[in-house]
Nanobody, 116 residues
Framework: QVQLVESGGGLVQAGGSLRLSCAAS????????MGWYRQAPGKQRELVAE???????NYADSVKGRFTIARDNAKNTMYLQMNSLKPEDTAVYYC??????????WGQGTQVTVSS
């Protein structure tokens, strides 16, 4: 089992910044891709950004140029730097990890609220 714990969410004004962290523990050997998803009220969960074990990244069009995903394999931690935040970025943000390209794990989520 892999445990994922997010931190860093909160309330910020539009145009502000937040940095999310996701710490992985447990059976972390074999983790491949990691990423961030978000879910706003009444909407489906959507991909925000993902990073492979080799460092290749992929972003949703809505966050390109504003968000940066990073991964520190030595610390078993992933980050999401969010700049120029907009009210539409308000959501619960979830950390996810894929192990052996088969088993997907999720964190409990952290709330991000952007006020206008």
């Amino acid at each position: 089992q892999v445990q994922l714990v997010e931190s860093g969410g909160g309330l910020v004004q539009a145009g502000g910044s937040l940095r999310l962290s996701c710490a992985a523990s447990g059976s972390i050997f074999g983790i491949n891709d990691m990423g961030w998803y978000r879910q706003a009220p009444g909407k489906q969960r959507e991909l925000v950004a993902e990073v492979t074990s080799g460092g290749r990244t992929n972003y949703a069009d809505s966050v390109k140029g504003r968000f940066t995903i990073a991964r520190d394999n030595a610390k078993n931690t992933m980050y999401l730097q969010m700049n120029s935040l907009k009210p539409e970025d308000t959501a619960v943000y979830y950390c996810t990890a894929l192990r052996y390209m088969t088993f997907r794990y999720w964190g409990q989520g952290t709330q991000v609220t952007v006020s206008s």
